[in-house]
């Protein structure tokens, strides 16, 4: 049982396009945090967010709490925002989805 | 601002053999964790302290220890490495173990078991 679903699993976009990434949840959470994992590389936290809408530079993530899903959604893609997203909610412990890997053709 | 330094970044172990992968972190905060990272699965946490001197079980703790040496830093231990262990460890750390802290992960430590 996955507490954390995403989809898809694998996206491939041409530079430019606009993509979302969506994340669906079954328990309840204080807040919902989205990931980035680049290849061989560590993990760095992009958003934390527990209503509403968030928004950095070409990302925005927003969540709906009454239905528990969240998207992440990129604007004008570039190959360097190639790497696996990863969502996550926080509770009582946190739980990791198992990601979604992005690559951005130019 | 180095953040979450994780050393080694690899290492390759024999099975029986023990091993210590240490963590460190620069941002005072009190609560770190130590995740492991398998295909096709979302990060598991094995074990976490909530504060210096403190230490509990996550989801998948057999098979490992931890020490929380200071407030800056947490090893684990592998004491009989196996081949079940082979897999990509992260640590991280937050301000405190409260749900609405967001974690600082280090680059991790890629472990393969023969």
């Known amino acids: 049982k996955n507490e954390v679903e995403q989809s898809p699993q694998n996206l491939t976009a041409q530079e430019g396009e606009f993509i979302t990434i969506n994340c669906s949840y079954s328990?309840?959470?204080?807040?919902l945090h989205w990931l980035q994992q680049h290849p061989g590389g560590g993990i760095v936290s992009l958003f934390m967010l527990s209503s509403g809408k968030k928004k950095h530079g070409r990302l925005i993530a927003t969540i709906n709490i009454q239905e528990k899903h969240s998207s992440l959604h990129i604007t004008a893609s570039h190959p360097r925002d190639s790497a696996v997203y990863i969502c996550?909610?926080?509770?009582?412990?946190?739980?990791f989805g198992t990601g979604t890997s992005l690559t951005v053709i130019p | 601002n180095a953040g979450v330094t994780q050393t080694p970044k690899f290492q390759v172990l024999k099975t029986g053999q023990s091993m210590t992968l240490q963590c460190a972190q620069d941002?005072?905060?009190?609560?770190m964790y130590w995740y492991r990272q398998d295909p096709g699965m979302g990060l598991r946490l094995i074990y976490y302290?909530?504060?210096?001197?403190?230490?509990d079980k996550g989801e998948v703790p057999n098979g490992y220890n931890v020490s929380r040496l200071n407030k800056r830093e947490f090893s684990l231990r592998l004491e009989s490495a196996a081949p079940s262990q082979t897999s990509v460890y992260f640590c991280a750390s937050s301000v405190s173990g409260g749900p609405n802290q967001p974690q600082h992960f280090g680059d991790g430590t890629r472990l393969s078991i023969l």
């Open positions: 996550a909610v926080s509770g009582n412990q946190f739980y």
């Open positions: 328990v309840g959470i204080s807040a």
């Open positions: 302290s909530a504060s210096e001197g403190t230490t």
């Open positions: 941002m005072n905060h009190n609560s």
